[in-house]
């Protein structure tokens, strides 16, 4: 069992910088592929970026490659998400999400993670 709970969230102006947090607690949080998603009002959970358990690589998704940087330290059990250059079709509930048996072609597939944080909200004014 993992409990991840996410701060952080906002409201900036366009082109403003956030830095999201997300804290897990429960087993060892190596061993568990974690992601950054976000959900605006009336569409779907959008993957935003992960690292696959194990593996220090980041994934992006192409609408926030060179924008936003996600990193990861396991021995306070976090992940960061630095947002940069923020615009308003980033306005969305941000979630981190966390799994054991995500394989690579699953990272970007919210079906794939069984580890929910409750969200934070961003909200980018232009």
């Known amino acids: 069992q993992v409990n991840l709970v996410e701060s952080g969230g906002g409201l900036v102006q366009a082109g403003d910088s956030l830095r999201l947090s997300c804290v897990a607690s429960?087993?060892?949080?190596?061993?568990?592929?974690v992601a950054w998603f976000r959900q605006a009002p009336g569409k779907e959970r959008e993957f935003v970026a992960a690292f696959k358990r194990w593996n220090s690589n980041p994934y992006y998704s192409d609408s926030v490659k060179g924008r936003f940087t996600v990193s990861r330290d396991n021995a306070k059990n976090s992940v960061i998400l630095q947002m940069n250059s923020l615009k308003p079709e980033d306005t969305a509930v941000y979630y981190c999400?966390?799994?054991?048996?995500?394989?690579?072609?699953?990272?970007?597939?919210?079906?794939?993670?069984?580890?929910w944080g409750q969200g934070t909200q961003v909200t980018v004014s232009s």
């Open positions: 999400a966390a799994s054991a048996t995500v394989i690579t072609s699953q990272m970007a597939s919210h079906s794939a993670y069984n580890y």
């Open positions: 429960g087993r060892t949080f190596s061993s568990y592929s």
